[in-house]
């Protein structure tokens, strides 16, 4: 069984938990698993935020048997719409986390229980008469619920709720640290008791509460949810609730298997959560196996987060001075060796330009933002790295993920995919097989940043030499015919006039001037002329033999420069000129003709000469030629 799972982040433990028990199932179940997850809302950047999000757009959900989301971790509701309506159209069975949707199956975790149960514990045992309440953003289904049951707690005991001490944050840190400061704004003091919606936000609340001299658990009481190692590794330890986010995990995997086989089961299922009171509202954990759990995987944490800091410090300067995306790939192999996880792909758009290489110099400030936030038809691998030994692999329809090759037999297997991208702008995205870096640790994501970032400085770098390679031809090619300008004319020039004089050989110097342009202007308009002149100028390019130097010299007048010509040289130069003109007027439908007259000198470079008096003498002989044209 092939399955998806949709989850914007894995910065929480809350997320994490949730996901360690849907592969602790689907791995014993044989299933092939693909968790596509991003870490949007971690920074206020809209920009950043679509191109984290638009890794819910890669799956193809009609490839999977079945697809479990977690759509209360996705702030954004018009990409969850985008995802559900993606989803019912595949018409594959679906278990939504936390919340619900119409014809999905639903498992969730309740919120109220805990909250109810802490507020009730705060009042009966530590007799706290006021409290106050930092929320999640107000559009989340489970900021909701942990408010509702705040206030129901309070309104049970008679308790007034204040509005004034109730704050809406992100669930991140700094909104526990903002709460505390716009409490202390609006009333000059703090209530009994603060309780969080979150372990995060409570961390923060702490942090601004002891900057202002306030003692926690002494003068205030404080709480959070979720009851994650943030809280739980934090002097004092913050009183939380628990809720069942593995169990949660294993049964929408379960849910999910029994609705694709056919077993009858519940379609809505909600599991209860439970309160941990510990120090920070002054009580005390006892529950010793849990502690005994949690600092080992305290410690395993602070290994890996030390392992890691070395390879994000490193990286980000080795990655920081690459030039060439060639480069970067060579960094990149030499730390995913370090971190020698079982599979890890980097899979790229094959975008014209992406990175400022070929058609570099067509992307400009206007492009197309629908086809920057998105990722092409096709993709590539240019670093595939499995037990140990790097391939790469040519491109693929981008709906597979990953290409036939590196497929085989998956049961059992897991695949998490991260978004490689710069604020909006899609590179790609990596796939960790079997390996459990972006879960374990927020760390791995960092480490996809500096490669982001990375990717974003070359194109940059490239896009800057494209437009100086284009400004350069502007300064040197002339715009209309692309043969040179006066001033590359004259850059080159002097080389060639030089190998002549070191070669002893003759300059040859032709002067054109086209004839019955005014009359094309006049009758048929400039974009006609400029056809006229552009024809001109595509005749003399291909007739070029023996690195001749091509200038428009004029609106209507060429110059060319050569050497080691001959008289017979210069006549069949000539020649091969008006057979040129003649070719293209038997081919041509235009209602006019396209004609020329010409002349030429040629020079022995030994002796003194100006070039520009040189050019005025094959003018003078290109009059003779004008001349005696309209004798005829």
């Given amino acids: 069984m092939k399955i998806a799972v949709l989850m914007g982040g894995l910065r929480f433990d809350s997320q994490r938990n949730i996901i360690n028990g849907i592969l602790e199932e689907a791995v014993a179940d044989g299933a092939e698993c693909y968790i596509f997850t991003c870490d949007a809302w971690t920074f206020s950047s809209s920009y950043f935020n679509q191109g984290e999000t638009a890794i819910f757009s890669l799956p193809d959900f009609a490839e999977y048997d079945g697809v479990i989301i977690h759509g209360d971790t996705v702030y954004d509701k018009s990409v ?24 999905m199956l639903y498992i969730g975790m309740e919120n109220e229980n805990g909250i109810y149960e802490i507020v009730k514990h705060m009042i009966e045992v530590h007799h706290v008469k006021q409290f106050g309440f930092i929320s999640g953003p107000k559009e989340n289904r489970d900021a909701a619920g942990r408010m509702s049951a705040f206030k129901h707690a309070l309104r049970d005991y ?7 001490y109730i704050y809406y944050g992100d669930y991140h840190p700094e909104s526990g640290k903002d709460a505390v400061k716009y409490f202390y704004d609006m009333q000059g003091t703090f209530p009994g008791a603060i309780v969080a919606a979150n372990d995060e936000m409570a961390v923060g609340a702490y942090d601004e509460l002891k900057r202002l ?27 939380s609730v628990k809720r069942p986010e593995a169990e949660v995990g294993r049964q929408a995997y379960k849910k999910l298997c029994n609705f694709i086989n056919g077993v009858a089961d519940d379609i809505e299922m909600e599991l209860k959560s439970i309160p941990v009171f510990s120090e920070s509202c002054g ?6 196996e849990d502690e005994l759990e949690f600092r080992k995987r305290a410690v395993e944490t602070t290994l890996h987060a030390i392992t ?63 086809d920057i936030v998105k990722y092409s038809s096709e ?6 790295y499995r037990n140990g030994e790097f391939s790469q692999s040519g491109k693929f329809p981008v709906e597979k993920v990953l290409p036939d090759e590196y497929i085989g037999n998956r049961n059992g297997r897991f695949y998490t995919v991260i978004p490689i991208h710069y604020q909006n702008r899609c590179f790609g995205y990596c796939v960790l097989g079997n390996s459990k870096l972006m879960i374990d640790s927020e760390m791995f994501h960092l480490f996809i940043m500096n490669i982001n970032n990375a990717l974003e400085n070359i194109r940059k770098q490239n896009m800057l030499n494209a437009m100086v390679q284009k400004l350069n031809r502007m300064w040197v090619y002339d715009t209309l015919t692309g043969v040179y300008n006066r001033a590359g ?8 006039i030089e190998e002549a004089r070191e070669k002893g050989q003759n300059l040859f110097v ?23 002149i552009k024809s001109m100028g595509k005749i003399m390019t291909q007739i070029h033999s023996n690195g001749e130097l091509l200038m428009r010299y004029g609106g209507d007048e060429f110059v060319v420069l050569g050497r080691d010509f001959s008289q017979e040289d210069a006549d069949e130069y000539v020649a091969k000129v008006r057979a040129g003109i003649d070719n293209y007027n038997v081919i041509s439908s235009k209602p006019y003709r396209l004609d020329a007259s010409m002349g030429y000198t040629l020079m022995d470079p030994s002796e003194e000469f100006d070039l520009e008096e040189l050019i005025e003498t094959a003018d003078r002989e290109m009059y003779k030629d004008k001349n005696a044209k309209k004798r005829r």
Avoid: W
């Fill in 158 to 164: 008679n308790i007034k709720v204040d509005e004034d």
């Fill in 80 to 103: 969850m719409d985008k995802v559900i309506s993606k989803i019912k159209q595949s018409k594959v069975p679906c278990v939504s986390l936390n919340v619900k949707y119409p014809g």
């Fill in 213 to 239: 001299g306030y003692d926690v658990p002494g003068q205030v009481l404080l709480s959070g949810y979720d009851y994650a190692y943030v809280g739980r590794n934090h002097s004092p330890k913050i009183t």
């Fill in 283 to 288: 009580c005390t954990n006892t529950d010793a």
């Fill in 379 to 384: 993709i590539y691998i240019p670093i595939a």
């Fill in 510 to 532: 032709l002067f054109l001037d086209l004839d019955g342009l005014k009359s094309v202007n006049d009758k048929y308009g400039h974009d006609e002329g400029d056809l006229f």
């Fill in 308 to 370: 890691f800091s070395e390879i994000l410090k490193s990286s980000s300067a080795d990655f920081t001075g690459v030039a060439t995306f060639e480069s970067l790939l060579i960094q990149i192999r030499k730390y995913v060796t370090m971190m020698n996880p079982q599979e890890f792909y980097l899979c790229m758009c094959s975008k014209k330009g992406m990175l400022g290489g070929d058609g570099a110099s067509e992307i400009s400030q206007e492009e197309n933002l629908e």
């Fill in 489 to 496: 004319f004259f850059k080159y020039a002097y080389g060639i």
